[in-house]
């Protein structure tokens, strides 16, 4: 059996503000986004790794050698690009609230109704083009990895949650079930056939973290 813990990467100051930060946009991890780091990895621990594959962008590379840095294991770190978050076209850097106002039907079908959501207007990417990719590169990751390898995947919010509820078969209209994930969170799911089906474990896990969470952690 092959397990996958699904981490999102640290929270960052755009996180902070309530800012869009997509494909292109990124900002620095929060100082105490390492204390997160470190909290997660201090649960992790006790589990061997034996690989972590990140998407390019340097909120999740940051995150990912702190992770391994505080997990104190010799395992590789490989870049996968098609694990970047969503291209949020005109709406990354933009403040949350901001974009309510301007495309108020856009932002509500990204939140609440993927199946209805069109960022045409936005020049965005489709929730379609996002669970492509994404479910492609964990179906490369699993067969190339050995049936009882842990393997870590650090990724973004919105990109994980349309990637993992695909893998686990859910509509696309129901993506948003379980709701978001947290920043430093992990979600874990197992294979025992390869990838041709997933069993969730849990969902958004962050009991290890010792702050009181906000609204603007999870997404």
Same mark, same amino acid.
Do not use: C
């Given at each position: 059996?092959?397990?996958?813990?699904?981490?999102?990467?640290?929270?960052?100051?755009?996180?902070?503000?309530?800012?869009?930060?997509?494909?292109?946009?990124?900002?620095?991890?929060?100082?105490?986004?390492?204390?997160?780091?470190?909290? /997660?990895?201090?649960? =992790?621990?006790?589990?061997?790794?034996?690989? /972590?594959?990140?998407?390019? =962008?340097?909120?999740?590379?940051?995150?990912?050698?702190?992770?391994?840095?505080?997990?104190?294991?010799?395992?590789?770190?490989?870049?996968?690009?098609?694990?970047?978050?969503?291209?949020?076209?005109?709406?990354?850097?933009?403040?949350?609230?901001?974009?309510?106002?301007?495309?108020?039907?856009?932002?509500?079908?990204?939140?609440?109704?993927?199946?209805?959501?069109?960022?045409?207007?936005?020049?965005?990417?489709?929730?379609?083009?996002?669970?492509?990719?994404?479910?492609?590169?964990?179906?490369?990751?699993?067969?190339?990895?050995?049936?009882?390898?842990?393997?870590?995947?650090?990724?973004?919010?919105?990109?994980?949650?349309?990637?993992?509820?695909? /893998?686990?078969?859910?509509?696309?209209?129901?993506?948003?079930?379980?709701?978001?994930?947290?920043?430093?969170?992990?979600?874990?799911?197992?294979?025992?056939?390869?990838?041709?089906?997933?069993?969730?474990?849990?969902?958004?896990?962050?009991?290890? =973290?010792?702050?009181?969470?906000?609204?603007?952690?999870?997404?």
């Amino acid at each position: 059996m092959t397990t996958l813990y699904f981490i999102r990467h640290g929270k960052t100051e755009w996180n902070l503000e309530g800012r869009y930060q997509g494909a292109r946009g990124d900002s620095p991890l929060l100082d105490s986004s390492y204390v997160e780091i470190e909290e /997660l990895a201090t649960f =992790l621990k006790p589990i061997h790794f034996d690989h /972590l594959y990140t998407s390019p =962008l340097k909120r999740t590379q940051v995150t990912s050698a702190a992770l391994k840095r505080d997990l104190g294991q010799d395992f590789p770190i490989t870049v996968v690009d098609a694990l970047h978050e969503f291209n949020l076209g005109l709406m990354e850097g933009m403040r949350f609230t901001e974009v309510e106002k301007q495309y108020p039907t856009i932002v509500k079908a990204f939140r609440e109704a993927p199946a209805e959501y069109d960022p045409t207007e936005i020049k965005g990417e489709t929730f379609e083009q996002v669970i492509e990719r994404t479910t492609q590169a964990i179906d490369a990751i699993v067969k190339a990895a050995k049936p009882t390898d842990h393997i870590i995947i650090v990724s973004h919010g919105a990109a994980m949650v349309a990637m993992m509820q695909s /893998l686990l078969k859910t509509p696309l209209a129901q993506v948003r079930k379980d709701g978001g994930v947290t920043n430093s969170s992990v979600t874990t799911m197992t294979t025992d056939d390869q990838g041709a089906s997933f069993k969730l474990i849990k969902w958004n896990d962050t009991h290890f =973290l010792s702050k009181q969470l906000s609204a603007t952690d999870t997404i």
